[in-house]
């Protein structure tokens, strides 16, 4: 079976939506964010601090090819991984893509409450720099086989959700 890759913002719930969703069919999860500062055994803002965006985006691009190769996963991916042409290309490839998306004010209340974002530092331009770049990447996320605004919905509700695209998509047999 393909696996289930969430794209998105950071904050549109990505982590916590695949989670839930791996545990509801059975299958493993795994956080592409996570399997990287684990490998570096350095969280994300570490890296970023000590190594650059690029080092990250490096270390990213060999993570994705090694998930990607998974099958029957349910894979959250970091809120850039559409940056790389690659990357999409090797999730793809054996994966059905699904964007969850967010009003820019959830996104702002939801990465607001750790302080584990390293593109967001400045707060006092955290707006401003969310809107600039959900715009760069808008046409980015809308690339998928599927798209969820998880701003006013439950968590239940998503799962439901994608739990029905996936049935229609013939994606999930005999699956609740």
Not at 6 to 23: D, E, S
Not at 153 to 173: A, H
Request: aromatic residues 10%.
């Amino acid at each position: 079976m393909k696996n289930i890759v969430l794209i998105g913002f950071m904050g549109t719930g990505k982590t916590t939506v695949g989670r839930l969703l791996a545990n509801r069919l059975g299958r493993p999860f795994f956080d592409s964010d996570k399997k990287i500062e684990y490998e570096n055994n350095l969280s994300i803002r570490e890296i970023f601090e000590v190594y650059g965006e690029l080092y990250f985006r490096q270390q990213e691009k060999m993570i994705i090819a090694k998930l990607s190769r998974y099958n029957n996963a349910v894979i959250a991916t970091g809120g850039g991984v559409v940056l790389s042409f690659e990357n999409m290309n090797n999730l793809k490839r054996n994966g059905v893509i699904i964007t969850l998306t967010a009003s820019v004010e959830t996104i702002l209340e939801r990465t607001s409450r750790r302080n584990t974002r390293p593109l967001l530092d400045d707060f006092d331009q955290r707006e401003k720099i969310v809107n600039k770049l959900l715009k760069e990447r808008a046409e980015l996320y809308y690339n998928a086989d599927y798209s969820i605004n998880t701003s006013s919905k439950s968590l239940q509700q998503v799962i439901n959700e994608i739990m029905f695209f996936l049935r229609q998509g013939g994606y999930l047999r005999g699956k609740r």
